[in-house]
């Protein structure tokens, strides 16, 4: 059964570069088919994707975000990972990592991970 | 940039009644389109693709309907496990964007 686990600071300081990482465990992070990707939903507020990403390496960003993102994949450990440069205390949110097989919707999720921007 | 308005954000709703959810797309989404259950302190779980499937062991209660640009969630005779907040997502073309989710509570 696929499990996502997101890894990562839980506080950030402000200019600085949030790192994140989600390992892959259950089955293959390098099948055809599907995108890895990152989400996030600030405090009380809905959900935003951020980030995708194929095994191939083809990346898929969102506007609002792309001038300061970047997704990878690293397929020998079975892991995807974000950098999000220049963080505000808008970038404050629960990070999560998911699975979204072609012409579907996230279907595995990971349990979410609590990043905090402030000095 | 596909804007998905779901409505109403509120929904008061007894148990044993039924819930009906709208999402709206600003453009033609075709059926790509999701819907999501999310309770608090949980991640997100799938219930919905392709408009009208339901993932794996989402319950018969939760039907979903629609295409091109209306959409709706109906979940039939609600369970106290059922009080949550729901979400559409398109998928039909990048960014994928979500709505502003609807909360059924009690």
């Known amino acids: 059964q696929l499990q996502l686990q997101e890894s990562g600071p839980g506080l950030v300081k402000p200019s600085d570069t949030l790192a994140l990482t989600c390992t892959v465990s259950?089955?293959?992070?390098?099948?055809?088919?599907?995108?890895w990707g990152w989400l996030r939903q600030p405090p009380g507020e809905g959900l935003e994707w951020i980030a995708s990403i194929k095994y191939s390496g083809n990346t898929y960003y969102n506007p609002t975000l792309q001038s300061r993102v970047t997704i990878s994949i690293d397929t020998s450990k079975s892991q995807f990972s974000l950098f999000l440069r220049s963080v505000t205390a808008a970038d404050t949110a629960i990070y999560y990592c998911?699975?979204?097989?072609?012409?579907?919707?996230?279907?595995?999720w990971g349990p979410g991970t609590t990043v905090t921007v402030s000095s | 940039e596909i804007v998905l308005t779901q409505s109403p954000v509120t929904l008061s709703v007894s148990p044993g009644e039924r819930a009906t959810l709208s999402c709206r797309a600003s453009?033609?989404?075709?059926?790509?389109l999701a819907w999501y259950q999310q309770k608090p302190g949980q991640a997100p779980r799938l219930l919905i693709s392709?408009?009208?499937s339901r993932a794996t062991g989402v319950p018969g209660s939760f039907s979903g309907s629609g295409s091109g640009t209306e959409f709706t969630l109906t979940i039939n005779s609600l369970q106290s496990e059922d009080f949550a907040v729901y979400y559409c997502?398109?998928?039909?073309?990048?960014?994928?964007?979500f709505g502003g989710g609807t909360k059924v509570d009690i």
């Open positions: 453009q033609n989404v075709n059926r790509y």
């Open positions: 997502q398109q998928y039909h073309s990048w960014p994928l964007t």
């Open positions: 259950g089955d293959s992070i390098d099948s055809d088919g599907q995108y």
């Open positions: 998911g699975r979204r097989p072609y012409y579907n919707g996230w279907d595995v």
């Open positions: 392709g408009a009208s």
